[in-house]
Protein backbone atom coordinates (compact mmCIF):
# COMPACT_ATOMS: atom_id res chain seq x y z
CA UNK A 1 0.00 0.00 0.00
CA UNK A 2 1.05 3.54 -0.63
CA UNK A 3 1.60 6.79 1.16
CA UNK A 4 1.40 10.25 0.43
CA UNK A 5 3.61 12.81 2.30
CA UNK A 6 3.26 16.77 1.99
CA UNK A 7 6.96 18.13 1.04
CA UNK A 8 7.52 21.58 1.19
CA UNK A 9 10.16 23.36 -0.57
CA UNK A 10 10.72 27.25 -0.48
CA UNK A 11 12.04 28.58 -3.23
CA UNK A 12 12.64 32.21 -3.92
CA UNK A 13 10.25 33.96 -1.43
CA UNK A 14 7.53 30.87 -2.37
CA UNK A 15 6.11 27.78 -0.88
CA UNK A 16 6.23 25.16 -2.79
CA UNK A 17 4.15 21.70 -1.87
CA UNK A 18 4.84 18.64 -3.90
CA UNK A 19 3.67 15.36 -2.68
CA UNK A 20 5.41 12.06 -2.50
CA UNK A 21 4.00 8.97 -3.56
CA UNK A 22 5.89 5.76 -2.42
CA UNK A 23 5.77 2.81 -0.09
CA UNK A 24 5.75 2.26 3.79
CA UNK A 25 8.71 0.91 3.89
CA UNK A 26 11.04 4.03 2.75
CA UNK A 27 13.55 1.85 1.10
CA UNK A 28 15.16 4.04 -1.75
CA UNK A 29 13.98 3.21 -4.88
CA UNK A 30 13.82 4.90 -9.06
CA UNK A 31 11.59 7.70 -8.61
CA UNK A 32 9.67 9.58 -11.08
CA UNK A 33 8.69 13.19 -10.82
CA UNK A 34 5.12 13.80 -12.15
CA UNK A 35 4.61 17.76 -13.24
CA UNK A 36 1.11 18.20 -13.23
CA UNK A 37 -1.51 19.44 -15.67
CA UNK A 38 -2.29 23.07 -15.45
CA UNK A 39 -4.60 22.36 -12.50
CA UNK A 40 -1.70 21.97 -11.02
CA UNK A 41 -1.19 19.38 -7.78
CA UNK A 42 -4.59 16.58 -8.36
CA UNK A 43 -5.64 13.11 -7.69
CA UNK A 44 -5.04 12.59 -11.23
CA UNK A 45 -1.37 12.58 -11.03
CA UNK A 46 -1.15 11.84 -7.65
CA UNK A 47 -3.43 8.17 -8.80
CA UNK A 48 -0.36 7.87 -11.79
CA UNK A 49 2.05 8.06 -8.88
CA UNK A 50 -0.27 5.21 -7.12
CA UNK A 51 0.43 3.38 -10.31
CA UNK A 52 3.79 3.72 -10.18
CA UNK A 53 4.26 2.55 -6.56
CA UNK A 54 2.67 -0.71 -7.33
CA UNK A 55 4.97 -1.44 -10.33
CA UNK A 56 8.08 -0.89 -7.83
CA UNK A 57 8.73 2.64 -8.16
CA UNK A 58 8.21 5.85 -6.06
CA UNK A 59 6.64 9.23 -7.35
CA UNK A 60 6.88 12.42 -6.75
CA UNK A 61 3.97 14.92 -8.24
CA UNK A 62 5.66 18.63 -8.11
CA UNK A 63 4.51 21.89 -7.32
CA UNK A 64 5.41 24.51 -9.65
CA UNK A 65 2.87 26.91 -8.97
CA UNK A 66 2.88 27.22 -5.39
CA UNK A 67 0.86 26.11 -2.64
CA UNK A 68 -1.22 29.36 -2.69
CA UNK A 69 -3.11 27.72 -6.04
CA UNK A 70 -3.32 24.31 -4.68
CA UNK A 71 -7.32 23.88 -5.82
CA UNK A 72 -7.73 27.55 -6.85
CA UNK A 73 -10.21 27.56 -10.65
CA UNK A 74 -9.13 26.85 -13.64
CA UNK A 75 -9.18 30.83 -14.75
CA UNK A 76 -6.70 31.29 -12.45
CA UNK A 77 -4.25 28.26 -12.99
CA UNK A 78 -4.05 29.49 -16.55
CA UNK A 79 -3.12 33.17 -15.11
CA UNK A 80 0.12 31.38 -13.47
CA UNK A 81 0.19 28.80 -16.42
CA UNK A 82 1.12 31.94 -18.92
CA UNK A 83 2.69 33.69 -15.73
CA UNK A 84 5.34 31.12 -15.32
CA UNK A 85 5.67 29.73 -19.14
CA UNK A 86 6.31 33.76 -19.97
CA UNK A 87 9.81 33.74 -18.14
CA UNK A 88 11.82 30.46 -19.12
CA UNK A 89 14.62 31.23 -17.62
CA UNK A 90 12.85 31.53 -14.37
CA UNK A 91 11.08 28.19 -14.61
CA UNK A 92 14.27 26.35 -15.63
CA UNK A 93 15.53 27.78 -11.97
CA UNK A 94 12.21 26.58 -10.77
CA UNK A 95 11.97 23.10 -12.48
CA UNK A 96 15.81 22.56 -11.20
CA UNK A 97 15.87 23.50 -7.48
CA UNK A 98 12.42 20.56 -7.75
CA UNK A 99 14.96 18.03 -9.13
CA UNK A 100 17.39 18.60 -6.46
CA UNK A 101 15.23 18.64 -3.61
CA UNK A 102 13.51 15.14 -5.14
CA UNK A 103 17.74 14.22 -5.50
CA UNK A 104 17.96 14.99 -1.74
CA UNK A 105 14.97 13.04 -0.44
CA UNK A 106 16.04 9.82 1.26
CA UNK A 107 13.79 7.42 -0.34
CA UNK A 108 14.65 8.68 -4.04
CA UNK A 109 17.59 5.98 -5.15
CA UNK A 110 20.59 7.62 -5.86
CA UNK A 111 20.85 8.24 -10.12
CA UNK A 112 17.41 7.08 -11.15
CA UNK A 113 15.19 9.67 -10.83
CA UNK A 114 12.89 10.27 -14.32
CA UNK A 115 10.71 13.69 -14.86
CA UNK A 116 7.45 13.47 -16.43
CA UNK A 117 4.86 15.89 -17.48
CA UNK A 118 1.24 16.58 -18.82
CA UNK A 119 0.20 19.52 -21.26
CA UNK A 120 2.18 22.30 -20.03
CA UNK A 121 3.93 19.97 -17.50
CA UNK A 122 5.37 18.04 -20.47
CA UNK A 123 6.43 21.37 -21.42
CA UNK A 124 8.03 21.60 -18.03
CA UNK A 125 9.73 17.77 -18.16
CA UNK A 126 10.72 18.74 -21.62
CA UNK A 127 12.91 21.72 -20.41
CA UNK A 128 14.19 19.96 -17.75
CA UNK A 129 15.99 17.88 -19.99
CA UNK A 130 17.31 20.35 -22.05
CA UNK A 131 19.16 21.86 -19.85
CA UNK A 132 21.25 19.05 -19.52
CA UNK A 133 21.06 18.30 -15.89
CA UNK A 134 21.31 14.11 -15.50
CA UNK A 135 18.35 12.53 -15.08
CA UNK A 136 17.52 9.07 -16.25
CA UNK A 137 14.85 10.36 -18.98
CA UNK A 138 12.53 12.72 -19.64
CA UNK A 139 8.38 12.15 -20.89
CA UNK A 140 5.83 14.82 -22.38
CA UNK A 141 2.01 13.63 -22.50
CA UNK A 142 -0.07 15.86 -24.78
CA UNK A 143 3.29 18.43 -23.91
CA UNK A 144 3.54 21.83 -25.40
CA UNK A 145 6.75 21.40 -27.49
CA UNK A 146 7.58 24.85 -28.17
CA UNK A 147 11.28 25.45 -28.07
CA UNK A 148 13.08 27.94 -24.53
CA UNK A 149 14.32 31.43 -25.25
CA UNK A 150 18.01 29.45 -24.02
CA UNK A 151 19.95 27.21 -26.06
CA UNK A 152 19.86 23.52 -25.33
CA UNK A 153 22.62 21.53 -23.90
CA UNK A 154 23.30 18.49 -25.02
CA UNK A 155 20.81 16.54 -23.76
CA UNK A 156 21.58 12.64 -21.07
CA UNK A 157 18.10 11.70 -20.40
CA UNK A 158 16.58 9.66 -22.82
CA UNK A 159 13.48 11.30 -24.08
CA UNK A 160 10.26 10.40 -25.32
CA UNK A 161 6.92 12.52 -26.40
CA UNK A 162 3.51 11.01 -26.76
CA UNK A 163 1.77 13.54 -28.70
CA UNK A 164 -1.99 13.65 -30.51
CA UNK A 165 -1.69 14.50 -33.76
CA UNK A 166 -4.99 16.36 -33.81
CA UNK A 167 -3.21 18.64 -30.65
CA UNK A 168 -3.71 22.22 -32.20
CA UNK A 169 -1.67 23.41 -29.48
CA UNK A 170 1.51 21.15 -30.97
CA UNK A 171 0.99 21.77 -34.54
CA UNK A 172 2.66 18.90 -36.67
CA UNK A 173 5.74 21.74 -37.46
CA UNK A 174 6.53 22.16 -33.44
CA UNK A 175 6.80 17.62 -33.97
CA UNK A 176 8.63 18.30 -36.37
CA UNK A 177 10.89 21.10 -35.07
CA UNK A 178 11.39 19.21 -31.43
CA UNK A 179 12.20 16.00 -33.65
CA UNK A 180 15.58 18.41 -34.79
CA UNK A 181 16.14 19.96 -31.72
CA UNK A 182 16.41 16.61 -30.11
CA UNK A 183 18.26 15.23 -32.63
CA UNK A 184 21.01 18.43 -32.76
CA UNK A 185 21.28 17.84 -28.72
CA UNK A 186 22.52 14.21 -29.07
CA UNK A 187 19.47 12.73 -27.55
CA UNK A 188 17.97 9.40 -27.56
CA UNK A 189 14.65 10.23 -28.19
CA UNK A 190 11.39 8.96 -29.42
CA UNK A 191 8.16 10.30 -30.26
CA UNK A 192 4.47 8.28 -30.28
CA UNK A 193 2.40 10.61 -32.15
CA UNK A 194 -1.47 8.55 -32.06
CA UNK A 195 -3.48 9.35 -35.18
CA UNK A 196 -6.82 10.87 -34.51
CA UNK A 197 -5.92 12.35 -30.71
CA UNK A 198 -6.19 15.99 -29.43
CA UNK A 199 -4.91 17.59 -26.42
CA UNK A 200 -5.25 16.16 -22.67
CA UNK A 201 -5.99 12.69 -23.55
CA UNK A 202 -4.52 11.02 -20.68
CA UNK A 203 -7.00 12.84 -18.52
CA UNK A 204 -10.51 11.30 -18.38
CA UNK A 205 -11.74 14.66 -16.82
CA UNK A 206 -10.32 16.36 -20.18
CA UNK A 207 -14.12 17.89 -21.29
CA UNK A 208 -14.98 19.62 -18.62
CA UNK A 209 -12.47 22.19 -19.85
CA UNK A 210 -15.22 22.92 -22.71
CA UNK A 211 -12.82 22.66 -25.39
CA UNK A 212 -12.94 20.68 -28.62
CA UNK A 213 -9.36 20.31 -28.87
CA UNK A 214 -8.97 18.87 -25.80
CA UNK A 215 -10.68 15.35 -25.57
CA UNK A 216 -10.01 12.04 -23.41
CA UNK A 217 -8.71 9.31 -25.47
CA UNK A 218 -8.81 5.51 -23.74
CA UNK A 219 -6.66 3.47 -26.09
CA UNK A 220 -4.08 6.90 -26.79
CA UNK A 221 -3.78 6.98 -22.49
CA UNK A 222 -3.21 2.86 -21.90
CA UNK A 223 -0.91 2.66 -25.31
CA UNK A 224 1.19 5.85 -24.08
CA UNK A 225 1.35 4.80 -20.16
CA UNK A 226 2.45 1.05 -21.87
CA UNK A 227 5.13 2.56 -23.51
CA UNK A 228 6.21 4.65 -20.71
CA UNK A 229 6.62 1.69 -18.40
CA UNK A 230 8.19 -0.34 -20.84
CA UNK A 231 11.34 2.95 -21.20
CA UNK A 232 11.14 2.97 -17.14
CA UNK A 233 11.97 -1.03 -17.54
CA UNK A 234 14.54 -0.67 -19.54
CA UNK A 235 16.19 2.54 -18.09
CA UNK A 236 15.71 0.16 -14.71
CA UNK A 237 16.35 -3.20 -15.62
CA UNK A 238 18.74 -4.76 -12.50
CA UNK A 239 18.37 -1.70 -10.33
CA UNK A 240 18.82 -2.65 -6.66
Known amino acids: MSKQTPVPLEFEGEELEGVFVGRR ?6 TVILIPTVMGVSE ?3 GFG ?3 VELGYNAFVADIFGKAFHGKPRDVMFEQMNKLGSDRVALRRRLLAIVEQVRGLREVQEGAVVVAGYCFGGKCALDVARTGTDIAAAAAFHGLLDPPNWKTEQIK ?4 VFHGWDD ?5 DHVVAIAKELTDAGA ?15 NPNAHQIGLDAVRYDSLAAERSWTSFI ?11
Open 44 to 46: LEI
Open 168 to 172: PMAPP
Open 230 to 240: NLLEEIFAGHD
Open 50 to 52: KQL
Open 157 to 160: AKVV
Open 188 to 202: DWQIHAYGNVRHGFT
Open 25 to 30: DGEARP
